[in-house]
């Protein structure tokens, strides 16, 4: 299989996907397509489209088998590996793992667009407004809720939402990024969810080759005082043109 991707330290779409299929030690070939000086630069749509009609991305390509969409790569990979139980086994905790795993692919736009993943910097906490403050302390509800009502009950004894790591966890990885990245803290629950995600092998992986990354896209570098900045070797560089 060949899971097509952007650049890791913006593209939260990306990092789903991968962060699964490396969680549960399924392989497949990475085939990273940096994105250009926009996220609409027309170059890099051209290229992207030859392995999806989307004309974004993550895509997995199995053989003939063309899937675009996280929560449809996710479906699919459950459907091809059945042995690595990509959803909760339990019936009630996978019905809940399948809802707030929507809720987050449709939702919280406006945590979204104010606090774009960008791994390499580190911002002081302030006042992000009500919106952003709606949106997260409803996905804090939901990680304190499912670690209630399955995770700590989970046999498994795992510290993810629903014990061991699914896709549910896949999902809300880039949110534990914005949290970090821009200072929100979250109850003693979240907090621990946070560490466990970004804990696991593949996001610290994830995470040193996005640092590593030579490419800046200016759309997600947001105006704001930076506490920390992981890519001293970037500082202002020029986002470089690209053909790929």
């Known amino acids: 299989m060949k899971l097509v991707i ?143 009502r399955f995770g700590e009950k989970d046999p498994s004894g795992g510290p993810f939402l629903f014990g061991a790591f699914s896709a549910a966890d896949a999902m809300f990885a880039p949110v534990t990024t914005r949290f970090t990245t821009y200072g929100i803290r979250l109850d003693a629950v979240g907090e621990a969810y946070i560490a466990a995600v970004q804990g696991t092998a593949g996001f610290r992986s994830w995470r040193m080759a996005a640092l590593a990354e030579p490419w800046i896209v200016e759309e997600d570098e947001i105006d704001e005082p930076v506490l920390v900045d992981h890519r001293p070797h970037l500082r202002r560089a020029d986002p470089p043109s690209r053909s790929s």
Request: proline share 8%.
């Open 6 to 148: 952007a650049n890791k330290n913006h593209s939260s779409w990306s990092l789903r996907p991968w962060l699964l299929l490396t969680e549960l030690g399924i392989p497949f070939e990475e085939v990273l397509v940096p994105f250009g000086k926009t996220f609409d630069d027309p170059e890099w749509k051209r290229t992207i489209s030859a392995f999806t009609p989307a004309g974004k991305v993550p895509a997995l390509l199995d053989g003939p088998v063309q899937v675009w969409e996280s929560i449809a790569i996710m479906e699919y990979v459950a459907d091809r590996f059945p042995e690595k139980h990509v959803w909760p086994s339990d019936p009630a905790a996978r019905a809940m793992a399948r809802s707030i795993a929507s809720e987050m692919h449709a939702g919280f736009q406006a945590l979204r667009n104010a606090c774009p993943m960008n791994l390499a910097w580190e911002h002081a906490p302030r006042d992000r407004g009500e919106k952003v403050a709606t949106d997260v302390a409803r996905i804090n509800r939901i990680w304190r809720d499912a670690r209630e």
